[in-house]
């Protein structure tokens, strides 16, 4: 073989072989989960999600799952009545006795702006109105809603606080049992959010009519559907909606918007569930607002069938007045269940492929 062409090959070989080197995002993005830290954070504590353990940590790291993980947003309530955004400050100022409903924008200690809200003008006799606001890209999302009308006003500003666009959602008809009479009937109420959505729903103990509404938050947008759900179903990268489930006694529909429909049964479940989609495989937490417990299935699509119901430790509390929230993450092969009851809070971790609890952290009443 002639040297030189055999040169050329070893040169084109090593060339088609030697890559440049990955960057640091480039190494994150590569790896098997798309999660940036194993470092959970708990009490006052945290849990390395790696190790099964807790671990105390000198300082404050800059980053942990619960602020760089893609599922950042179950842990944080980004509606408030002030918010930051592009670097202003929106704020609401309300005083129902002077009747001022207005919101400042500030840069810095620099008012720039204040913006009247849509409240109706003059004010009526009777009226409580609530505002939230939230921020969107580069814009601000405000809600208002009147204890003593029927229907949310959305409305979206941008920096300089022009309104951009403005919306009415329904969330209460009136009916006449008498002349003279009205009869107001609350069945819509805000749900929840995903990327770029916001959720109303019809409450499941006590609406007169069965609906949820998708807003978009983009042109403002709706979609119908007349069910209540009982929890949200986001798509694999956990940023927008992919369906619900809805409740029927111990029956739970599951209906995703790419028209696909499937049904799980839990005896005696709760009202209230929490999701994860991942590869065909629904894990599901299930339990009840205002009421102490929690469980843990695992859902298959394809099969149609529970995989697992897991063993979850309950804090086991008797109390008159109760609140319970579950949130569900994932983390490599790891379930992380996360429950703040009014008498306890813990993190479970459990083994996704067969539902075994890995490890326990928090406090329960029977110890």
């Known amino acids: 073989m002639n040297p030189l062409f055999y040169l050329l090959g070893i040169c084109l070989l090593a060339c088609n072989s030697v890559q440049p080197p990955k960057t640091e995002a480039e190494n994150i993005l590569s790896q098997d989960t798309m999660e940036c830290s194993a470092l959970y954070p708990f009490d006052n504590y945290y849990i ?54 207005i919101m400042h924008i500030y840069e810095g200690q620099k008012r720039l702006n204040t913006v009247q ?4 003008n003059p004010l009526p006799e009777v009226h409580e109105y609530y505002f939230n606001l939230l921020p969107y890209k580069n814009d601000v999302i405000m809600m208002m809603e009147d204890m003593y009308t029927t229907h949310f006003v959305i409305c979206k500003y941008n920096a300089e606080g022009k309104e951009l666009m403005r ?19 609350r069945y819509l109420y805000f749900y929840n959010l995903t990327a770029t959505q916001m959720i109303f729903s019809s409450s499941i103990g006590f609406a007169e009519k069965a609906k949820t509404l998708v807003l978009s938050m983009d042109d403002f947008s709706t979609t119908e559907f007349d069910i209540t759900a009982s929890g949200l179903i986001l798509d694999e990268n956990d940023e927008n909606l992919a ?14 918007l ?15 569930c929490d999701f ?44 008159s007045e109760y609140s319970n929230k579950v949130t ?11 429950g703040d009851e009014a008498s306890g809070k813990y993190v479970q971790l459990f083994d996704s492929k067969t539902g075994k609890r890995l490890a326990v952290f928090g406090s329960f009443m029977n110890e």
């Open 117 to 120: 809200l849509p409240v109706e």
């Open 276 to 319: 994860i989609l991942k590869d065909k495989l629904l894990f599901i937490a299930n339990y009840h607002s205002i009421a102490t417990g929690s469980s843990l299935y695992c859902f298959d699509l394809q099969t149609r069938k529970m995989k697992w119901t897991a063993d979850v430790k309950q804090v086991n509390a008797s109390h």
């Open 243 to 256: 369906g619900f489930v809805s409740k029927d006694n111990d029956k739970y529909l599951v209906r995703l």
């Open 328 to 338: 569900l993450s994932m983390f490599k092969g790891k379930i992380i269940m996360e």
């Open 48 to 101: 390395d999600l790696n190790e099964n353990n807790a671990v105390l940590i000198d300082g404050i790291p800059a980053i942990d799952f619960k602020k760089c993980s893609k599922y950042a947003h179950r842990f944080v309530n980004p509606i408030s009545d002030s918010v930051l955004c592009n670097g202003r400050t929106f704020v609401v100022e309300k005083n129902k006795e002077k009747g001022i409903y």
């Open 258 to 272: 790419n028209n696909e429909k499937y049904e799980f049964e839990i005896k005696n479940g709760d009202p209230a």
């Open 167 to 185: 919306k009415e959602i329904e969330h209460t008809f009136v009916t006449h049992p008498e002349p003279n009479t009205n009869y107001h009937h």
